[in-house]
């Protein structure tokens, strides 16, 4: 199985080596011994970047391999890494903001259902049994209020699953990518908070 090392690592840049490539439905992929590249899932979008010099075009998990599609075909052997780092910091920026949001509902008795985490289109959606929700306004002021407490990220496995947290706050299982500490989100914005049934989705984005 390749070594997710994103799990565990912030660097963008390694050494690494393909094990394995071919081409499939007019596409090219490559399979790393260990990989910097986070793939699409979990409600994040995949990493963008090169091998040597060639292009990564997607990341995409099948099964328990990443399939890293590339522009031309590659061969088996040494490469090194280089994640684009400005999206990578775009999309942890992101992805640790959908949590605190995740974090704000459950103070509010809502139980966080699904997430996206895209840039333009991110959102949380909760289930709410008998609390309303509250505006927009309220949401933002408690999510930025947990921002400003600057607490550091704390990343474990757990009986086989990857936790990530951020100081005592509850931790989730989650394959996603993270800033380090809280202030490297910026500033929450909550667009809106939608109340449909019994489901509240929470659109976001960051400043
Ligand atoms: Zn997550």
Redesign the pocket.
């Known amino acids: 199985m390749q070594q997710r090392l994103y799990y565990l690592s912030d660097e963008t840049e390694c050494d690494s080596a393909i094990v394995s490539s071919g081409e499939q439905d007019g596409r090219f992929f490559a399979i790393l011994a260990a990989t910097l590249f986070h793939p699409r899932g979990?409600?994040?979008l995949a990493d963008g970047g090169w091998i040597d010099d060639c292009k990564v075009l997607s990341v995409e998990s099948l099964g328990e391999a990443i399939l890293h599609v590339t522009e031309r075909l590659l061969p088996p052997g040494p490469v090194r890494l280089r994640v684009d780092a400005d999206k990578r910091a775009l999309h942890s920026r992101l992805?640790s903001a959908?949590?605190l949001i995740g974090t704000v509902g459950i103070d509010l008795g809502l139980r966080p259902d699904k997430?996206q985490?895209w840039p333009e289109a991110s959102r949380v959606v909760f289930r709410m049994e008998e609390t309303a929700p509250p505006e927009a306004g309220e949401w933002e002021g408690k999510a930025n209020h947990i921002v400003a407490q600057n607490l550091p990220r704390q990343c474990g496995i757990q009986d086989g699953a990857r936790m990530?947290g951020f100081g005592s706050l509850p931790a989730?299982p989650?394959?996603?990518t993270h800033v380090r500490s809280l202030a490297d989100i910026g500033r929450i914005r909550i667009l809106s908070v939608k109340t449909k049934k019994d489901t509240v989705t929470v659109n976001y984005d960051i400043l």
């Open positions: 979990g409600g994040q992805h959908g949590h997430a985490h990530v989730f989650c394959g996603g």
